[in-house]
């Protein structure tokens, strides 16, 4: 793999992606709350017009967040 | 009769699950907002008959998606759910579920009913998650759950007979419970419940987590429980963070076995069409400002009916005393100091109603949530949040509600920073002095045909408060030290039409906000202004009278200007004149005199006020009529017979009530949003600065 450690703040667009873990502890509780579990599938539906934050679709609903906290869910 | 019994549930549940519906539906307008014992975060209650013999008191708590608070609406429910300890229980909690985002909502569900409460479970949104292929299984759900489940629809109000007759039985509460709270910290969790006495497992482990944020823990208990903390070594973000997945793990066998998930996406289509649009980088800000300025156009054309209406039925109700009452110093009392104070805090009630109006369908649809998406960068590069939107906007009708609606914002430092601009946004308090002044500063002359140049002067002082507003936000972020994570993980809720009761509930809400926190405030302040222009040091108005009635025999003025000259030379030798002398040294660079002082003074409290104080100054008979001050105003000449309202000195007042915290009930909410003096404090010396420095500049450049 060229880049072993890539997170939802690197997907593109329509791209999809399984969580495997995260960075960030205290952001890691609320995000999985939210419904984003390690196993889940992920997928980039949308980014705000500055490219930043972002919008995921997980667990059949959509969430969005900045860069910063998506840089934290790590994917496999 | 029979006594009638009264019983208490509280409603919990995830945003946007229906909560505030099922509750306007359970208690109409049955409403009442108080607030909770230690915490200034409003509660909502309401009553409902749930048969002709049993009352239930409902409370609406806020929503939250879980038990940990990671904000401060979602403190209250801690808040009230760890109170139980101390205080009375509510016979049941009533968990809304979203049926169409089934697994997140049944994270909460898992954790209220681990405390121990009498759980019922009122399933929601089956027709939106039947659209989605999703169904379900009850009795199958009945039997995994071993709670009272009750099929709700809470925008057409199916299924309330149902729930109201499942809160008349009493329920069982099987001590069984999802998570083991004694598997994973067992000895802590045992000395815990021992010492306060608590009865599940569950509430001991959250004390444990969280002990340092609850409000019913004495210090000394606090410290206690810390003392325990560390000797069991306990991990509280680690075991959080366990805690999660293993209910995650429950509620993945459980929708195993009670739903069914047919893959079609039909509904979701349209609003992910809704969604490429409004948040598109061209399209969704030009929609936005579209939407920004129909509320303009609400606050400003659409509420001067109804605003001149108010002013008509205060001048007749004050017409009505002044004919039934002898004549004295009671009548102006009540004439002049209450109804006056009354009539300042009603003559906004039609702008706060467009605004929320406005906000509430907003929030309702779904669509605000986007707004903040496509604020968010930009609003955070002045230290604010995309959720700072919301009371900025509201800013525009009066700062006080506008503060309370930073509540949702998660991080402190930007809701801090929130807080501390949006009183610089113009509010409605600021219009009519900007009526008054800008038209004494700008002819009014057609630009373009369409229009006017006074018109577009207006809009650039809204501006200019707004720039002034984030210009502050930067400059108040780049000095405070960024500890803290910010976080703006936010659901994207699916679009809803908004539904009539609610958005009349929200503004009924905001507009009893209003009068209430900010009425009784310009209401006590008008009395004691009132008093302090009227009343006197030892005989000086005595003095100012016999002067004024010796004029009068000389012949120096004439019988009906007579009334007027009275009343100028009255309140010059009142306290409030003697305060705006007093203070005229300060002033003067600004290029204001002692009477400017006294309306300063006066409109200290609230800045309305200063259009009825320059027209008892300059002996205007009609104080209510803004267009009569302004034409004496402009006829006012200073020593030299040139005039005196020159644009240097009226853009130097109007930069001053631009900028200055001029609005007691705004350093109260302030002070009780903060829970301290310090940030009121600061925001109001760097607010004077502001109002000072600009006026002297304006003042100093033009003159």
Known sequence: MPNPVKTAADLKIGEKGVICGFTDEETSLKLLEMGCLPGCEILLDRKAPFGDPICIKVCGYTLSMRLTEASTILLS | MNQVKRIKVALIGNPNAGKSSLFNYLTGLNQKIGNFPGVT?????????????????????????????????????????????????????????????????????????????PVILALNMLDVAERGGITFDISALHRELNVPIVEINARTGKGLD??????????????????????????????????????????????????????????????????LVEKYHFQSNSLQYRETLSRYEDIHTIIHKVMNEDKMQSKVRWTNKIDKLVTHKIWGYLIFFIVLFLIFQSIFAWSELPMSLIEDAFGWL????????????????????????????????????????????????????????????????????GRSVVPLISGVACAVPAIMATRSIETWKERLITIMVTPLMSCSARIPVFTVLIGLMIPSKPVLGIFNLQGIALMG??????????????????????????????????????????????????????????????LAISIVLWVLATAGPSNAIERAETSVKEQLKQGAITAETYNNRMASARLEASYAGHFGKFIEPVINPLG????????LITSFAAREVFVGTMATIYSVGNTDNEISVRETMKNQVDENGNQYYTLARSGSLLLFYLFALQCMSTVAVVYKETKSWKWPLIQFTYMAFLAYGSSLLFFYFFR
């Open chain 2, 318 to 385: 004050k017409g009505l005393i002044n004919s039934n009452m002898s004549a004295g110093y009671l009548r102006d009392f009540i004439n002049e100091g209450i109804i006056s104070g009354l009539q300042g805090v009603f003559i906004f009630i039609p702008q706060i109603t467009f605004l929320f109006a406005f906000i509430a369908v907003l929030e309702e649809s779904g669509y605000m949530s986007r707004v903040m998406f496509i604020m968010d960068k930009i609003m955070r590069k002045f230290g604010l949040s």
């Open chain 2, 41 to 117: 975060v409003d509660k909502k209650t309401g009553t409902c008959y749930l048969n002709a013999n049993t009352q239930a008191d409902i409370i609406d708590l806020p929503g939250t998606y879980s038990i940990y608070p990671r904000s401060l609406d979602e403190q209250v429910v801690f808040d009230y759910l760890t109170d139980t300890l101390r205080n009375e229980r509510p016979d049941f909690l009533v968990v809304i579920i979203d049926a169409s985002n089934f697994k997140r909502n049944l994270l909460l569900f898992t954790q209220v009913k681990d405390l121990g409460f």
């Open chain 2, 461 to 522: 002082f809204y501006l200019l408060g707004f720039i002034m507003a984030i210009f502050s936000a930067w400059l108040l972020n780049s000095f405070m030290s960024g500890k803290g994570k910010s976080y703006f993980i936010m659901e994207f809720p699916t679009y809803k039409w908004p539904r009539f009761k609610n958005v009349s509930t929200a503004i009924i809400e905001k507009v009893r906000t209003f009068t209430f926190e900010a009425g009784k405030i310009i």
């Open chain 2, 592 to 599: 204001f005199d002692w009477k400017i002082g006294i309306a």
């Open chain 2, 162 to 227: 149902s729930l109201k007759a499942a809160l008349i039985c009493p329920v069982h509460v099987i001590p069984d419970s999802f998570y083991k709270s004694s598997e994973v910290a067992g000895p802590l969790v045992k000395q815990i419940r021992e010492r306060f006495h608590i009865s599940s497992d569950y509430m001991a482990l959250l004390l444990a987590h969280l002990h340092k944020k609850t409000t019913i823990l004495t210090d000394i208990e606090r410290k206690e429980i810390s003392d």
